[in-house]
């Protein structure tokens, strides 16, 4: 099984932005769609943003659009969450997870491997 690995989380003030990377274990990586999801205290995870495994396709929660952007790098075997614009409401836990298939998907019981998630701070 893949093993995942996010780092860039961090405090920021609100406006401000982070680039969060999700690095993957092994070249399997490549063949498969990707996501972002992010916990609050005492709120369900919930889908943030997904990329295919080519990277030509993505997908953004209406929460996140135009703000966040997911890209990757599979020669390196990672993914990125560009978040710019922050507000404190995206205060969370992000977690990186790898689809079971190759395009993009919302659902998180469709992710078969996760991280182990990077804090995300946001202040007013």
């Known amino acids: 099984q893949v093993q995942l690995v996010e780092s860039g989380g961090g405090l920021v003030q609100a406006g401000g932005s982070l680039r969060l990377s999700c690095a993957a274990s092994?070249?399997?990586?490549?063949?498969?769609?990707m996501g972002w999801f992010r916990q609050a205290p005492g709120k369900d995870r919930e889908f943030v943003a997904a990329?295919?495994?080519?990277?030509?396709?993505?997908d953004y929660a209406d929460s996140v659009k135009g703000r966040f952007t997911v890209s990757r790098d599979n020669s390196k075997n990672t993914m990125y969450l560009q978040m710019n614009s922050l507000k404190p409401e995206d205060t969370a836990v992000y977690y990186c997870?790898?689809?079971?298939?190759?395009?993009?998907?919302?659902?998180?019981?469709?992710?078969?491997?996760w991280g182990q998630g990077t804090q995300v701070t946001v202040s007013s």
């Open positions: 997870a790898k689809g079971g298939r190759s395009a993009t998907t919302r659902n998180l019981y469709d992710y078969d491997s």
């Open positions: 092994d070249r399997t990586f490549s063949n498969y769609g």
């Open positions: 990329i295919s495994w080519s990277g030509r396709s993505a």
